[in-house]
Nanobody, 124 residues
Framework: HVQLVESGGGSVQAGGSLRLSCVAS????????LGWFRQAPGKEREAVAA????????YADFVQGRFAISQDNAKNTEVYLQMNSLQPEDTAMYYC??????????????????WGQGTQVTVS
């Protein structure tokens, strides 16, 4: 079993930045992917960014260079999402997710088998 704990959400003004963190623990070896998803009220959960154990990353089109996903090189069970130039439409609950085992990084939420509780991001 894998546990995921997110942190770093909050309220910011448009144009501001936030850095989300996610710590994964449990039965993991090197074959896992970590992703960030978000869900706004009344909308489906959508992928934001994902990273594989080899460091390869994918981003949703709406990110448009504003966000960056990264892993701690020393502790590859920690993943971060640096979000810049935040806009009100980025307001959502942000979830960290893990796919294990994972051969190739994926943005398909149905392929992730472990989820965190989420951290709220509000942009006004």
């Amino acid at each position: 079993h894998v546990q995921l704990v997110e942190s770093g959400g909050g309220s910011v003004q448009a144009g501001g930045s936030l850095r989300l963190s996610c710590v994964a623990s449990g039965h993991l070896d090197s074959r896992f992917c970590l992703g960030w998803f978000r869900q706004a009220p009344g909308k489906e959960r959508e992928a934001v960014a994902a990273i594989g154990s080899d460091g390869g990353a994918n981003y949703a089109d709406f990110v448009q260079g504003r966000f960056a996903i990264s892993q701690d090189n020393a502790k590859n069970t920690e993943v971060y999402l640096q979000m810049n130039s935040l806009q009100p439409e980025d307001t959502a609950m942000y979830y960290c997710a893990a796919r294990y085992p994972c051969v190739a990084v994926t943005m398909n939420r149905n392929e992730y088998n472990f989820w965190g509780q989420g951290t709220q991001v509000t942009v006004s």
